[in-house]
Structure formats: C-alpha cells, structure tokens
C-alpha cells in the first residue's frame, strides 16, 4: 500500500501489486465483523475484487436465515468496521503467506446509484464463481468493503 485518493464516497488505497493480485486470485477470505457492543463474528465468504472494493454477494447457499436476517448483516448495519483475511497455509511454514484487509462495510443493492454498482459487483461475483449462475438471484443484496488499511506477509514481489 503507498497511499490514499479520494474516489467518491471511498477512500481508494493503492494497493501493491502483488497483493492486489494475491487478492484477486483467491477465492475465499473470513469477514469479521462485530455488533454495537463490540462482539465479534467470523465466516467464510466468496468475494470478488474490482481493484479498488472487495464485493461479497447475499448469495442462495445453505444458511440457518438469509438475507438481512444474517449476523454479518445486522453487525454490518450496527458497525461497519470490519477485517477480512485471505490466506496460504502449508505444512512448509516458509510458504505461509496472508493479507489483511481493514476496512467499512455497506449494503448495495438496486435503489443505490439505480442499481449499477450492484449490477457490476453481481457480473464479477458470476464471472468469477460459476455456481453463482444458481445461487446469486439478480438484483441481490452485496456487501461493498472499501479498505482503509492492507497488510501482507510472506507476498514477495
């Protein structure tokens, strides 16, 4: 990361490119998130990156609820910080690598900017996992985290 711009609402980091590549390659990261009160919750997601926010769908997968009613979502809306890691394990621990990713999150769905963020979000999130053309319904809720702050180690340029 060397520095910040403005873009709109979002604060655009630059991302080193190594790791905005390591970012957009991998295809799961844990989103933590946390209530008013400061407890945390952590799950897997599928999520995409466009280069400057990381996308993740309220997708039709398995879950006790859906929608809104999901814990990350009601934390979301009570505090928009959140952390996302995406990672490398190995039993050879000199391959270990991770990026960690701080940052706001925000519900986008079709009434904000007539729909064209999530319409974008929601093609990059079908590109990228194809059983999203069965499990990602059009016009779906996303969660948009902009990155206030990028951390690597074990990346080498």
Same mark, same amino acid.
């Given at each position: 990361?060397?520095?910040?711009?403005?873009?709109?609402?979002?604060?655009?980091?630059?991302?080193?490119?190594?790791?905005?590549?390591?970012?957009?390659?991998?295809?799961?990261?844990?989103?933590?998130?946390?209530?008013?009160?400061?407890?945390?919750?952590?799950?897997?997601?599928?999520?995409?990156?466009?280069?400057?926010?990381?996308?993740?769908?309220?997708?039709?997968?398995?879950?006790?609820?859906?929608?809104?009613?999901?814990?990350?979502?009601?934390?979301?809306?009570?505090?928009?910080?959140?952390?996302?890691?995406?990672?490398?394990?190995?039993?050879?621990?000199?391959?270990?690598?991770?990026?960690?990713?701080?940052?706001?999150?925000?519900?986008?769905?079709?009434?904000?900017?007539?729909? /064209?963020?999530?319409?974008?979000?929601?093609?990059?999130?079908? /590109?990228?996992?194809?059983?999203?053309?069965?499990?990602?319904?059009?016009?779906?809720?996303?969660?948009?985290?902009?990155?206030?702050?990028?951390?690597?180690?074990?990346?080498?340029?």
């Amino acid at each position: 990361m060397e520095g910040a711009v403005g873009e709109g609402d979002i604060t655009v980091l630059k991302i080193a490119p190594e790791v905005a590549e390591f970012i957009a390659s991998h295809r799961i990261a844990r989103l933590a998130t946390a209530d008013a009160a400061g407890v945390p919750h952590a799950v897997p997601i599928c999520y995409v990156f466009d280069g400057i926010c990381i996308y993740s769908a309220l997708d039709l997968k398995p879950k006790r609820v859906q929608g809104r009613a999901l814990k990350r979502v009601r934390n979301i809306l009570e505090n928009p910080n959140v952390a996302l890691i995406i990672d490398d394990y190995s039993e050879d621990w000199n391959e270990l690598a991770y990026v960690l990713i701080e940052g706001s999150a925000h519900l986008v769905d079709a009434l904000v900017d007539q729909g /064209e963020e999530q319409r974008r979000a929601e093609a990059l999130l079908r /590109e990228k996992y194809p059983q999203y053309e069965a499990l990602l319904e059009p016009g779906c809720t996303v969660i948009r985290i902009a990155p206030s702050n990028v951390v690597s180690w074990g990346l080498t340029p």
